[in-house]
T-cell receptor
């Protein structure tokens, strides 16, 4: 079967660093997405990893290990506006992207 | 500003009613998708379309149908709504052309309640 696991909720403090983990087992793999979704809004694209390693984009970085079926999203210098759900998703090929249930991140002052 | 627009943000329908959810994108994308989003389950793919008049079943197509008569428009139809179809419905689109990461562009969502 296809499975994507990520923690349900996390809490972190403003200004801190938080790492959101994602593990996956899928029948196909073209790449891994991270999306951000604020409450009541559409998901928006954060990153896409195809190759192993770390990709940095401003305060956000995403890491992928294909051999371990593992990814993480790293958020630095947390701000209150980073409170949102973070969705891990795998592009399995054939136009199919499979999503995890999402991690709700609460940033406290 | 590129956009995916869903016709209704909130709908309340009765069991057995026929429901139409409309989605329009202005990015000339070939591929369009309908997902439903439920707490603890994430986004699940209902149907997708990679061309006009083409459609493919996703992971949970039962109880739903779709229509793609024009490239920019993708409709989700619930022939006879049931209470277990109460959910948030998200439309998305993506391009097949290069350069392409396969990034999905989502609409704001349609929250459907079936009584």
């Amino acid at each position: 079967g296809q499975n994507i696991d990520q923690p349900t909720e996390m809490t972190a403090t403003e200004g801190a660093i938080v790492q959101i983990n994602c593990t996956y087992q899928t029948s196909g793999f073209n790449g891994l997405f991270w999306y951000q979704q604020h409450a009541g809004e559409a998901p928006t694209f954060l990153s896409y990893n195809v190759l192993d390693g770390l990709e940095e984009k401003g305060r956000f970085s995403s890491f992928l290990s294909r051999s371990k079926g593992y990814s993480y999203l790293l958020l630095k210098e947390l701000q209150m506006k980073d409170s949102a759900s973070y969705l891990c998703a795998v592009d399995t090929g054939g136009f199919k992207t499979i999503f995890g249930a999402g991690t709700r991140l609460f940033v406290k002052a | 500003d590129v956009k995916v627009t869903q016709s209704s943000r909130y709908l309340v329908k009765r069991t057995g009613e026929k429901v139409f959810l409309e989605c329009v994108q202005d990015m000339d994308h070939e591929n369009m998708f309908w997902y439903r989003q439920d707490p603890g389950l994430g986004l699940r793919l209902i149907y997708f379309s990679y061309d006009v008049k083409m459609k493919e079943k996703g992971d949970i197509p039962e109880g739903y149908s779709v229509s793609r008569e024009k490239k920019e428009r993708f409709s989700l139809i619930l022939e006879s709504a049931s209470t277990n179809q109460t959910s948030m419905y998200l439309c998305a689109s993506t391009s097949s052309g290069a350069p392409n990461t396969g990034e999905l562009f989502f609409g704001e969502g349609s929250r459907l309640t079936v009584l």
